[in-house]
């Protein structure tokens, strides 16, 4: 049974940050760097939710800093489920500001302060921080290592004081931590009715970019912060290796977060019914939170037997059926089949061969996974996809020039299939945001841009015409 341990006393935290354990952390050290924050305590309060019954000894280290604190009891042979978690944080939250965390990062003394001013001055955005990530093996057990260790040698990410995700313009939607660190107001939370707890999302494919695509949907932008980050060390399990994994791109992004981004959708498919409560401007009260923050559906859905056949359950449970018509030629399905064989079969041979042989039987699934991914992507965009193919052809540089960071994303993943079927990367097609665009690039673009290589979406084309320094220029509408 669900437990409150304990309830937070702080009247009116601007700031709730929500961290997560399921029995596994060996280290919860964010809880030590919190305790030196440029910003008095109580400006912001510490929920901790543990998935299953028992507290870890890192969660108990650090019990005194922690204002909220709950166990979620679920059965030993439950698979964790974040997206509930996220909920339950939530519901037992005060704050203006929701963070949701890595809980075993660190963070310098500021990140509470950027995180406030921030949405002081930007109060209907969603914000974002990277971590810098160091593997270097040496620093576990976390051994507090200061934070020019962690950007320092065995930092993979680290350029020019920035991380790579953030500089990258190319494929952000898999080169930046979405699961790092993400911020968004309270209210903006209950709008789009909360994590979503749909079966998909257990396990270790989920994270706060399902949130943020909703966001974006609703009308928010997307901010990633230039000058804060995480710092985060190596330890065992931190990429995911061996778990379960529910639907993906094939780089573990979530195909029922994409959805959502392909159709637009806000609102979860499975809500939480106390969200639901909350949403509709309903208090909720301890003993409502005691009784129903964790039911039966909860307990079944994350049953790893449960989750073995529980794809026709997925299909009931979607808001709306989700695009299965094909949209493509028999050849090119045979050509996209062939090539992400070719590429994961030959990813496994140059392995060992006994991985190769327990691997093999994964292939077909996984591919034709990928395939429906691409079929519900392109769904209603073959003009899109369509023009990145004709691109793709010419093997010369071309700029697309979008002014909705949902097209952006959209395009993203669509460059990224297109690679993937292709066989090569797609540096000579560069994709832009219309907000983005600083003075260099704006100079390059008057230099080196022409009808034949410039391109905008029928959205982005009134905009463009009002930018004083881009309107002269010639274009293509895609």
Request: hydrophobic letters at 35%.
């Amino acid at each position: 049974m669900f437990k409150l341990l304990k309830k937070s006393t702080r009247e009116k935290p601007k700031i709730s940050l929500i961290l997560l354990d399921w029995n596994v952390r060996d280290s919860f050290h964010i809880c030590h760097y919190l305790k030196s924050q440029t910003v008095p305590r109580d400006t912001f309060e510490i929920v901790v939710i543990e998935y299953y019954s028992k507290l870890t000894n890192a969660v108990k280290a650090f019990e005194k800093e922690i204002d909220s604190l709950a166990l979620l009891d679920m059965p030993k042979d439950s698979y964790y489920h974040k997206h509930l978690m996220y909920n339950v944080g939530f519901i037992l939250s005060k704050g203006d500001v929701i963070v949701i965390c890595d809980s075993d990062a660190m963070v310098k003394p500021t990140f509470i302060e950027s995180i406030l001013h921030f949405f002081e001055e930007n109060p209907n955005r969603v914000l974002h921080l990277d971590q810098f990530r160091n593997h270097r093996m040496d620093l576990y057990p976390f051994c507090y290592p200061s934070f020019e260790e962690v950007t320092g040698p065995g930092c993979i990410n680290y350029q020019e004081g920035k991380t790579t995700g953030v500089v990258d313009k190319v494929d952000r939607l898999h080169r930046r931590n979405y699961g790092s660190c993400f911020c968004c107001t309270r209210a903006d939370y209950l709008a789009i009715g909360g994590s979503d707890e749909h079966v998909d999302f257990v396990g270790h494919i989920c994270g706060p970019y399902d949130l943020t695509f909703r966001l974006i949907n609703l009308g928010k932008e997307e901010v990633w912060h230039q000058n804060e980050f995480l710092y985060h060390t190596w330890h065992p399990g931190s990429d995911g290796i061996g778990e379960y994994l529910g639907p993906h791109d094939g780089h573990n992004l979530s195909t029922t977060s994409l959805e959502a981004l392909w159709s637009g959708r806000v609102e979860p498919h499975v809500p939480h019914p106390l969200i639901q409560k909350l949403k509709q401007g309903e208090t909720v009260t301890d003993e409502e939170i005691v009784n129903q923050a964790v039911n039966e559906t909860h307990r079944q859905v994350t049953q790893l037997s449960f989750l073995k056949s529980s794809k026709d359950y997925a299909k009931k449970t979607y808001r709306f059926p989700l695009p299965e018509s094909n949209h493509f030629s028999k050849w090119k399905k045979f050509q996209f089949a062939f090539t992400v064989l070719f590429q994961k079969g030959y990813a496994l041979f140059v392995k060992k061969l006994p991985i190769w042989i327990k691997s093999v039987t994964k292939i077909f699934p996984q591919t034709k996974q990928q395939w429906t991914t691409l079929n519900q992507g392109t769904d209603g965009r073959m003009v899109w996809w369509e023009a990145v193919s004709r691109l793709y052809a010419q093997k010369k540089k071309h700029y697309i020039i979008v002014n909705s960071q949902r097209d952006q994303l959209i395009f993203s993943e669509f460059l990224l299939w297109k690679g993937k079927m292709s066989l090569r990367p797609h540096q000579h097609i560069q994709l832009l945001y219309l907000g983005d665009l600083d003075d260099q690039k704006i100079k390059e673009l008057i230099q080196e841009g022409h009808k034949d290589n410039l391109h905008i979406t029928r959205a982005t084309e009134y905009d463009w015409k009002q930018t004083e320094k881009l309107k002269d220029l010639e274009f293509s509408v895609i």
